[in-house]
């Protein structure tokens, strides 16, 4: 039981203790833009609130990291080049972030990103239980979808996990993937020497280690193939409820994402059926080896698609996006006068060349009259 009293602090009955009021409720931020209303979540590295921005009459979520950190300048100078990266995505699958950078008052970064409804894969998965292929796999590969954008800026996620795949509700439609924390966990990673625990130090967190890749696991250098094993990671999950090792330890998962082959899906829930095809599609893309993985989330995402049902058919194609109009225009008035434009160039060349002709017989004929 929590009672408020008059110095701003909380008393909490059964331990006999105090504890500040957080600061930030109640405040306003950045010259009155956001009022902090409540606070929605917490975490390792900060806390996540609900404000209201009058100006624009909508809600926003606005992540505070610990005050803590605002004095590594390494860490400070790494997020600002994340969050302008972050704020470039805009893939529909992708959290919108609006704006990001320091409170003046006490240094703490923040980020203010769209204000979504819902809940996270895990907390969907645990009220639900695990979800059919019909409902699982669309919203996998949506998420594809945001990672694929995401990796062709050069940003890898590194952290996923059901807690950053949000189910909301948008535009009359449920199931609406929206993938969150975009490069905050590259961020907060120190290189690591292969075989080191992933460690929490001062409040970071440097990866989850359910979900990491071999390499993560390792220390080693990640790219974009790290992130499609830790969504199949998540898939396999969704789909069971379970994970594709049966260990009982953080250390446990990390040595078994290293040495020990999966569980093939079909074999970890006896009263599921499932289709071999996405088994051996859930089993490349867990191989130890990125070498041996789907290369990229569209890939990965396409090779899902035909054990989706109707929705993950009707879904748009994933992979890099069609060239807009402009840079079809500007790709057409790049190319070289050799390269020509059909036979309409050549028709047009023919008309210019029977003008010149014409013209300088006319010229002739006028110097011959003119003559006499």
């Known amino acids: 039981m929590v009672v408020q009293i008059a110095s701003g602090q909380e008393f909490w009955y059964g331990c006999g203790c105090m504890r500040p009021k957080d600061p930030f409720i109640g405040r306003e931020l950045l010259g009155g833009q956001f009022r902090v209303l409540e606070k929605i ?7 996540v609130y609900k404000a209201e921005q009058p100006a624009m009459n909508r809600m926003v979520a606005i992540k505070i990291l610990h005050p803590k950190l605002a004095g590594r300048k390494d860490l400070t100078s790494r997020f600002r080049r994340e969050a302008r990266a972050m704020s470039q995505l805009t893939h529909p699958n992708t959290v919108k972030v609006f704006m990001y950078g320091e409170l003046e008052d006490d240094g703490s970064l923040y980020i203010v990103m769209e204000m979504l409804e819902g809940r996270n894969l895990n907390q969907t998965v645990r009220k639900e239980g695990p979800l059919p292929v019909e409902r699982a796999i669309p919203v996998l590969i949506q998420c594809c979808g945001a990672l694929q954008e995401a990796h062709d800026l050069g940003i890898v996620h590194r952290d996923l996990k059901p807690e950053n795949i949000f189910l909301s509700k948008q535009g009359g439609m449920a199931d609406y993937p929206k ?28 990866g989850t280690p359910e979900f990491m890749s071999p390499e993560q696991a390792q220390g080693k250098t990640l790219d974009a193939r790290s992130d499609i094993y830790s969504l ?5 999950e969704v789909l069971t409820g379970k994970l594709p090792f049966s260990a009982r330890t953080p250390m446990e998962y990390i040595q078994k994402h290293v040495t020990d082959p999966i569980i093939p899906l079909s074999e970890r829930v006896p009263d599921r059926k499932f289709d071999r095809g996405l088994d051996a599609v859930l089993a490349k893309a ?22 989706g049902g109707a929705a993950a058919k009707a879904l748009p194609p994933v992979g890099p996006r069609a060239p807009s109009l402009s840079g079809e225009l500007k790709a057409a008035s790049q190319r070289s006068p050799a390269q020509g ?6 028709l047009l060349v ?3 060349a029977a003008c010149l002709f014409a013209g300088v017989l006319i010229a002739v004929l006028v110097m011959k009259v003119l003559a006499h």
């Open 41 to 47: 979540g917490t975490g390792g590295m900060g806390s």
């Open 341 to 346: 434009t059909g036979p309409s160039a050549k």
């Open 350 to 352: 023919l008309v210019a």
């Open 179 to 206: 993938v969150l924390d975009f490069g905050l966990a590259k961020v907060t990673e120190r290189q690591m020497q292969p075989g080191s625990v992933i460690l929490t130090q001062e409040g970071m967190v440097f």
């Open 286 to 307: 867990l191989e130890k080896q990125p070498d041996n993985r789907y290369q990229t989330a569209g890939e990965f995402g396409e090779a899902l698609r035909q054990y």
């Open 232 to 236: 199949a990671v998540i898939l396999y």
